[in-house]
């Protein structure tokens, strides 16, 4: 077994980090942060004009170095060589983040084995593809590094017309575990961050008012921002996390542990309920 690598930054010089599904949303949030800290970044996208415009509000706001790159992951080619392309001269890729993805509605009943494939090429074989050609350039080039796949509660929780995506993120998630026990000799980290629902008024993955209020519900009272998201990505990246790895980060206000929505189911205890119990109020609360 090899021995493992370091897996943090290298000090010397800023980290570089390649995200994708970087135009909008999760994925333009968690450009925005690591250009904040002052990372390198290559946003990747197959939207080139929402792209463009992303990288030049990142290079206006922060002075950083962003480098587009407009490919379409689901072709294996392009996938298989990301990494390739993204790094250059002193440019090695430090950290992965699989944030592209995508979530059509389609009940069962209407499913069809065109769409069922690219929510799955999308949403799993990308992160494959790409993560492989990372830990095989960190290999290559002797240093470790950090892979943060975007899962989703989706992963754990059915919901009607989301069998693909659902599916596809779970398989993510056991995808995330195996990479990190496969790469972790070598000193490659893979976790993945599960968001509740956030709002991110994607025009590639619209949701109804109805839907966004019914699955927002949890534990702390509100909807989740991209930025929540981001901060999770830039932890589970950095050297404050490195003794961790195939973990699944829930970052959901609570919404896995449960829910607020739901009524007690019965006010109070039955006479069965109550046997031996003493100094228990007939309406079964203290005063």
């Known amino acids: 077994m090899n021995a493992p690598l370091h897996t943090g930054s290298r000090p010397e010089k800023p980290r570089h980090v390649v995200v994708t599904g970087a135009a909008s949303g ?60 993204a790094a250059g001269p002193g440019r090695d890729v430090d950290v992965l983040v699989n944030a592209a993805g995508i979530y059509p509605a389609v009940p069962l009943l209407d499913m069809t084995p065109e769409i069922w494939d690219r929510v799955m090429d999308v949403n799993v074989r990308a992160a494959m593809l790409t993560t492989v050609a990372f830990a095989r350039a960190c290999v290559a080039s002797g ?16 919901r009607p017309g989301a069998s693909h995506y659902s599916t596809s993120k779970a398989a993510l998630e056991m995808l995330t575990k195996s990479c990190a026990v496969e790469l972790g000799p070598h000193g490659v980290r893979v976790n993945a961050v599960s968001p509740g629902f956030v709002t991110v008024d994607s025009a590639a993955n619209p949701v109804t008012e109805e839907y966004a209020a019914a699955v927002s519900v949890n534990p702390l009272g509100r909807r989740g921002m991209p930025d929540d998201i981001a901060r999770a990505v830039l932890w589970l990246s950095g050297g404050q996390s490195d003794w961790i790895t195939g973990a699944v980060l829930r970052v ?19 006479d069965v309920q109550r046997h031996g119990l003493t100094d228990v109020p007939v309406e079964g609360r203290t005063a």
Do not use: M, Q
């Not at 959901?252 to 739901?262: E, F, I, K, N, V």
């Open 143 to 158: 240093h470790g590094g950090a892979v943060v796949n975007i899962s989703s509660g989706a992963a754990v929780r059915a």
């Open 252 to 270: 959901d206000g609570g919404s896995t542990a449960g829910t607020t929505a739901l009524p007690l189911h019965w006010p109070g205890l039955t």
């Open 26 to 85: 999760i994925g333009a949030a968690v450009c925005e942060i690591f250009a904040r800290e002052g990372a390198r970044v290559t946003a990747v996208d197959r939207r080139g004009d929402t792209l463009a415009g992303a990288a030049r509000k990142l290079r206006e706001r922060y002075g950083s170095v962003v480098t587009e790159i407009v490919t379409d992951l689901v072709d294996t080619e392009a996938a298989g060589a990301l990494i390739e392309r």
